[in-house]
């Protein structure tokens, strides 16, 4: 017996916990007839088996053949292994506090937090049968779906840690709760209509809207409202979305008129990608995405003439979709129809709202009714936004904001990091905590201007380092001085404030997305990042890694008269350029922009720049594009930060034909070469007056002269550094022409490209990029 049985321990880490993984490895040892007990610890899980060798060599086998869906196996260990005289003849769950082996149940500090997931197939399914008790209930989940980051309060991953924690399990799901054999066992938030939390439709003043009290069925009612034409707000996963029929024109006018929404596109919600087929031409890979269990939005190519009222997503030939991610949204698209809008619901500038409270004073004035539930969220996280990026080298998933369904999953880093804390952006701002081999991106958290944005941020700085267990040595930060991400690092102590400029951490962020750990050429284009010179850069190519890099070439700077008001006006932007290129001439210009201007305002506009006056000077390739955009008439004024440059794009979006470039001039200043925008604005005038050219081949001819550019400054600091990693990174390269262009005759010239896939190229991956450059001078 000796010689034939053996007692195994296995170590398995990743996304094991509260996903179902303890009870899949229960019904796979007792299939096989083996003893020994399964337990959370605080690195994953810990298998012990005992048995014939035969049956354990079986389970070794199959263990990792079909693990549960939510379920991600990082790394499987035979961790002991002895012979077994005699052995346990049951297998057991070992539960939190029970101790044995590693250590009890639950998971610690460190363990991998799983994100928020979609409704199940079998949980859809009790949802809409008659005969099932859970018909029609509205917070339906099981282990295998259902809200995990959104609402764990603090480790370990136990129903008493999270706000779940109020709600008693009546005998029924409390037997499928104990029993390993049922797809509810350990499912933290298990409840029914009896003993769970319960769905309520408020009016605006807070108490019950009568609609419910007619229909008796609150979600139904809710759904009534919808089809009437009613802007509701309704608790998702991670806070509040704004509800409304997509179809119906006057409710999408007023709920943008409600949320000063600008131009901005709306957020869709369809019953199913079929749906979505209907409005949107996609691919495999997207419909993969669209259907993945963090169902985020994904941005399709729109189908000329849909059916949406053109205000959901006016002058964009783009469109946002996402499927259901919970029970309650099902139900609204079974009852209210098969497309709702389904847009973030906040205040101007402030987080979405996450508590019932926070919703009835911030959205009283946009919403007409709130379905509300009393299942609380501990943590704001906001919808993902991704998009497949088709190029000819490889089609990419990118995440544009990453947050509810892959938040906190960690990033791989490239090296072991020593204990990190990185702070982001002022826009678009994320966190990030690094240790060890693995990097913690936050949720997206919004503009670090409000009162609220900012409260946010210091709540999740708070949450990720309970969650998992990392005292930070140093805190990375951005180097302009006057962000709140720059005084609170002054403010935190026992730890080495590290200032990272933002473009390096761009560059970083790349480099860490693409598991790159040696000297680079980055591309970074963006709108605005504080300089080393103290100037404003945004047009940039560095050479360097983590620990350092060398600024080697740059767009030729220009001024933006008015400073921040020519952010949101870029008719300023273009009349700046047209002041600094043509001097007094830029009056007499044969073109729309100058011709319907103010004269004297435009003479205020031209001495300002002339002068110096208010007029900040900047290398930015994001406010290029801008003043591009107003010099074709497609966007003078934003209503959304990113507006004109997105318009001016869609007027070639999803159609990457290549195009003769403008002519190119590049000039030495100092030891950097310098793009001089001049003969690009004589071009643009000239084509401008011809009435041959339209608007989208005047449009392509710029973002080709863009792809130009940065193809014969790459290849000449290619050849004098012996570099052939180009990374493209910032903002501007949400831009899916100039990004897809770029790489393909970067690549076609010889070049490896990196771009972006996990990390957002945008400011919400600066986090990542400071935390590697923070870990790389710290060690170094």
């Given amino acids: 017996m000796a010689a034939t049985a053996v007692r195994r321990t296995f170590r398995v880490s990743g996304f094991v916990q509260g996903v179902g993984f303890r009870p899949y490895v229960y019904r796979l040892a007792t299939r096989h007839l083996l003893g020994g007990w399964v337990l959370n610890d605080e690195r994953g899980v810990t298998i012990r088996i005992e048995g014939p060798r035969a049956a354990a060599d079986l389970f070794a086998a199959e263990l990792l053949k079909q693990p549960p869906e939510l379920a991600r196996i990082d790394s499987c260990a035979l961790v002991a292994e002895e012979a077994a005289r005699t052995w346990s003849g049951s297998f057991t769950i070992r539960h939190s506090g029970t101790g044995g082996g590693a250590g009890g149940d639950a998971p610690g500090a460190g363990a991998l937090v799983t994100p928020d997931s979609h409704v199940c197939t079998d949980c859809a399914q009790e949802l809409f049968d008659p005969a099932d008790r859970r018909h029609r209930y509205p917070l339906v989940n099981c282990t295998n779906c259902g809200p995990r980051y959104s609402i764990i309060r603090g480790v370990p991953y136990d129903r008493p840690g999270t706000t779940m924690a109020d709600f008693t399990m009546c005998p029924r799901c409390r037997s499928e709760y104990d029993s390993p054999a049922d797809r509810r066992f350990h499912a933290q938030p298990n409840a029914c209509r009896a003993c769970g939390p319960r769905v309520r439709l408020l009016g605006a003043d807070g108490m019950p809207h009568p609609a419910a009290a007619d229909q008796d069925d609150d979600v139904a009612a809710a759904a009534a409202l919808l089809r009437a034409g009613r802007i509701l707000a309704v608790k998702a996963l991670g806070g509040y979305q704004l ?141 993902s936004i991704a998009r497949v990026v088709r190029s000819t080298v490889e089609p990419k998933v990118a995440f544009v ?310 193809v014969e400054i790459c290849l000449r600091l290619s050849r004098e550094s012996g570099l052939r990693d180009v990374v493209l990174s910032g903002g501007v390269f949400l831009n899916q022409h100039l990004l897809v262009r770029a790489e393909q005759d970067l690549t076609a010239a010889g070049l490896t490209v990196h771009t972006h896939g996990r990390i957002p190229t945008n400011d919400g991956g600066i986090s990542v990029g400071q935390a590697m450059v923070a870990a790389a001078r710290a060690l170094s």
């Fill in 401 to 710: 904001r990453r947050a509810r369904g892959f938040v906190p999953d960690p990033v791989p880093a490239p090296f072991p990091l020593p204990p990190v804390l990185a702070l982001g952006a002022e826009l678009k701002n994320t966190v990030c905590l690094g240790e060890g081999g693995n990097l913690y991106p936050s949720q997206h958290l919004g503009d670090l201007k409000s009162p609220g944005n900012q409260r946010f941020f210091t709540e999740t700085i708070d949450h990720l380092r309970a969650l998992f267990g990392v005292t930070p040595r140093y805190v990375a930060h951005d180097l302009h001085p006057d962000f709140h991400s720059t005084r609170y690092a002054a403010a935190c102590a026992g730890v080495e404030p590290v200032a990272v400029q933002h473009h390096h951490a761009h560059m970083a962020s790349c480099m860490a997305d693409n598991g790159l750990n040696r000297p680079v050429i980055g591309v970074v284009f963006d709108g605005t990042g504080y300089g080393t010179d103290g100037t404003i850069w945004g047009g940039e190519f560095l050479i360097g890694d983590y620990r350092g890099f060398e600024r080697k070439a740059h767009l030729g700077r220009f001024r933006l008269p008015g400073g921040d008001k020519a952010v949101r006006e870029p008719a300023r932007v273009a009349i700046g350029l047209l002041a600094q290129h043509f001097g007094p001439e830029a009056a007499g210009l044969p073109i729309d922009l100058v011709r319907q201007r103010d004269p004297f305002e435009l003479g205020v506009l031209t001495k300002m720049v002339e002068r110096g006056i208010n007029s900040p000077q900047t290398s930015s390739m994001g406010r290029l594009f801008d003043a591009y955009s107003a010099l074709l008439g497609v966007c003078d004024r934003v209503g959304y930060e990113g507006q004109a440059a997105i318009e001016l794009e869609q007027l070639i979006a999803w159609d990457h034909r290549p195009a003769r470039p403008w002519p190119l001039r590049l000039e030495r200043e100092d030891d950097r070469l310098v793009i001089d925008h001049r003969p690009w604005l004589e071009a643009v005038v000239a084509e401008l007056a011809d009435p041959r050219r339209g608007m989208a081949d005047i449009s392509r001819a710029f973002h080709e002269s863009v792809v130009h550019a940065v």
């Fill in 243 to 383: 509800m409304a029929d997509p179809h119906h024109p006057t409710a999408v006018a007023e709920l943008r008129r409600r949320k000063e929404r600008g131009g901005k596109p709306f957020a869709l919600l369809a019953r199913d990608s079929e749906t979505v087929a209907r409005y949107c031409r996609f691919g495999e890979q997207e419909r993969r995405l669209l259907e993945s269990p963090g169902r985020p939005i994904v941005l399709l190519q729109a189908r000329p003439g849909h059916a949406l009222a053109p205000e959901v997503a006016p002058a964009t030939a783009t469109l946002g979709f996402m499927l259901p991610a919970t029970p309650l949204q099902h139900l609204l698209l079974a009852d209210a129809g098969d497309v709702l809008i389904a847009t973030s619901a906040n205040a101007a500038d402030e987080p979405m709202a996450r508590t019932e409270d926070e919703a009835l004073r911030t959205l009283g004035g946009i919403a007409d009714a709130f379905l509300v539930h009393d299942r609380e969220i501990h943590t704001r996280v906001d919808d």
